[in-house]
């Protein structure tokens, strides 16, 4: 595949992740093995796609005062440390083995979004562990006993295949936490940035990433992360919920059948 027409397929791919707080690895992936990319090259090329698209909606939520540093700054380095953990150890593992853990996880992120996402109803909770948050007029309790070590298996496997783990991250903090959509949109782009950058790096150390090609699809990924992050900001939490919804479905559907036939 021409590196035009997948540069236009990881664009519209960029604008929709930005606008849903997601990475979108798992768009991404399928992009590239379809496109006829090895997937342990598609893995790393996710991860730096990601990294660029991430980092550019990050700004733009920032600037919006949608990001939760503190919040990102106490969950996010368990997903990181085991997403470069997740990311070396994948050249151990055998291409279509990958692909099946990839699928794998696709199904289990489909199963999950089936559950209608809504704001939990914030139960104030005291105790080491529990940590009751008030940030830009919105206050939840984080269940701290079970969101870090979620996180970390969450890194995993993000790291492995090339995903962000945004598909996971955004339910446990809406579902978990009683984060706002929004909110949780926000911080998710700041977490995704982070776990992309560990997952590239555990990849380049088995020489799987491949900068040159990389670079052009980077340059249109950070311009559909600004768009998306713009449409976000612009959108109500229920519409932002449907496609979160959604994405996750049609990448579980596509993933399937990719497997079956290949």
């Not at 996180?151 to 090339?162: H, I, Q, R, S, T």
């Not at 911080?187 to 992309?196: G, H, L, N």
């Not at 612009?234 to 290949?262: E, R, Y």
């Amino acid at each position: 595949m021409s590196v035009y027409i997948m540069s236009a397929i990881i664009l519209a791919i960029a604008i929709t992740m930005a606008m849903v707080g997601k990475g979108g690895g798992n768009f991404y992936v399928i992009a590239l093995v379809l496109g006829g990319v090895a997937m342990h090259k598609a893995a790393s090329t996710s991860q730096a796609i990601m990294l660029a698209t991430s980092l550019a909606a990050m700004f733009i939520f920032s600037k919006n005062k949608l990001v939760d540093w503190k919040l990102a700054l106490i969950i996010d380095p368990a997903t990181d440390i085991m997403a470069f953990v997740g990311g070396y150890f994948a050249g151990y593992i055998e291409g279509n083995n990958l692909k099946i853990i990839f699928a794998v996880i696709l199904i289990v992120v489909s199963v999950f979004m089936v559950i209608k996402v809504k704001d939990k109803p914030r139960v104030e909770k005291h105790g080491f562990g529990y940590w009751n948050r008030e940030f830009n007029g919105y206050k939840y309790t984080v269940n701290l006993w079970i969101t870090i070590p979620l996180a970390a298996l969450v890194g995993l496997f993000a790291g492995a295949v090339g995903i962000s783990g945004g598909a996971f991250k955004i339910p446990l903090m809406v579902l978990l936490c009683g984060i706002p959509m929004e909110i949780a949109i926000g911080t998710s782009s700041a977490m995704v940035a982070v776990t992309a950058l560990m997952g590239l790096l555990g990849h380049s150390i088995n020489g799987d990433f491949d900068l040159k090609y990389a670079l052009p699809l980077m340059a249109v990924a950070i311009i559909g992360g600004i768009i998306g992050g713009k449409l976000a900001v612009k959108n109500k939490p229920k519409n932002l919920k449907k496609i979160f919804a959604v994405t996750n479905l049609v990448a579980g559907i596509i993933m399937v059948i990719n497997i079956i036939f290949s």
